[in-house]
């Protein structure tokens, strides 16, 4: 789903520009109100495994690949204003270093794959969560379901981004159809993906995760014949089955070994924009990547001649400075809601 270059005009592609930095900035506030010194540091994380996963394709179709997008998965994690700056920084790391989707069409992916995926996933969340009982396994399942949904929501946002500035003359209706179809296959992957990477992160620290709050069952009593909550109580504490640090290092060397070893096993057909883009000739325009020449273009390190040495080293530095820009993001903000809780506190 990584737009490069040229598929967009420069109109559209500013428009979105626009759109994109606006949500970052409403996102930068509302993740101070997400983000605590326990889950700052799990943002950072889930921005490097998203960008781990991206790089491990699996068949879809004859010819056909997909990989995470990520939105779905980070909203229910860290939050969704969290969430679009964890999607947010992967695609900048993956634009600027390894020529993965267009600098200038930086807005453009920003809003569809990390806007749209995102706000669509977490609504469906939390609408399942309002009628499935409120319990842990029903937060699994209303993430396979959210992250599902996103995929072809990201194929219908760019089908319609395309219909106002695609830089070709190819029928709509076309594009529509070929899109949501393909990505219709990719979100069973998202979904399997995401719905197991909640499920293990819930099995061992549930206070960690961002949609699993507030599932408590609250006591009822009948009282003159009707049902009323009991008034809440102090929360249990949760038994927790690994400590953050654990849990963190866990991480990153899951994310590591993704990265660095089983990417080279990833398939290597084209993505499902990319099978669409050829197959319609949506990509008669594409430009030169303005990073085309970078040191890590395309997954791979310069100069290194054997291929999945090459790929496996690229996957870890890129895995190393997402989560250290990742981290550093999260840092700050946590350190400004810090700042402004002192303020309101201090009455400055």
């Not at 842990?136 to 929501?153: D, G, I, K, N, Y």
């Not at 096993?265 to 949506?282: M, T």
């Not at 350190?335 to 009455?347: H, K, L, M, P």
């Amino acid at each position: 789903m990584h737009v490069p270059d040229g598929f967009i005009n420069a109109p559209t592609s500013a428009v979105t520009g626009v759109v994109a930095a606006g949500a970052i900035a409403v996102s930068l506030r509302g993740a101070r109100r997400e983000l605590d010194e326990r889950t700052a540091p799990l943002a950072g994380l889930v921005a490097a495994f998203i960008f781990a996963v991206q790089m491990l394709n699996f068949p879809v179709a004859a010819g056909t690949s997909g990989h995470l997008l990520g939105g779905a998965l980070a909203a229910i994690l860290v939050g969704p204003y969290t969430g679009v700056l964890c999607v947010s920084v992967v695609l900048l790391m993956q634009g600027i270093l390894f020529a993965d989707g267009g600098l200038t069409a930086l807005g453009v992916n920003i809003t569809d794959m990390a806007i749209v995926t995102t706000v669509v996933s977490y609504a469906v969340f939390r609408g399942l969560l309002k009628v499935l009982p409120r319990k842990r396994r029903s937060v699994t399942v209303a993430s396979f379901v959210a992250a599902l949904v996103s995929v072809p929501a990201a194929a219908v946002a760019f089908t319609l981004m395309y219909a106002v500035g695609g830089t070709t003359d190819v029928a709509i209706g076309k594009v529509a159809t070929a899109m949501i179809g393909v990505h219709v296959l990719i979100g069973i992957g998202e979904a399997v993906i995401t719905a197991l990477t909640v499920g293990a992160v819930i099995a061992v620290r549930p206070d960690l995760v961002h949609g699993a709050r507030g599932l408590e069952q609250r006591l009822k009593l009948r009282v003159h014949g009707e049902l009323v909550d009991v008034p809440a109580a102090a929360p249990a504490p949760v038994a927790a089955r690994t400590s953050r640090r654990t849990l963190w290092i866990t991480g990153l060397v899951t994310s590591l070994v993704l990265a660095g070893f089983v990417s080279f096993y990833a398939s290597a057909n084209p993505d499902g924009l990319e099978k669409v883009a050829h197959d319609k000739g949506i990509d008669q325009k594409t430009d030169k990547h303005a990073s085309a020449d970078s040191p890590l273009a395309h997954y791979g390190v310069k100069d290194v001649e054997n291929a999945r040495l090459s790929g496996g080293l690229a996957g870890v530095i890129g895995v190393g400075v997402t989560v250290v820009a990742g981290s550093t993001v999260f840092w700050a903000v946590r350190r400004r809601r810090t700042a402004d809780v002192s303020a309101v506190s201090t009455g400055v």
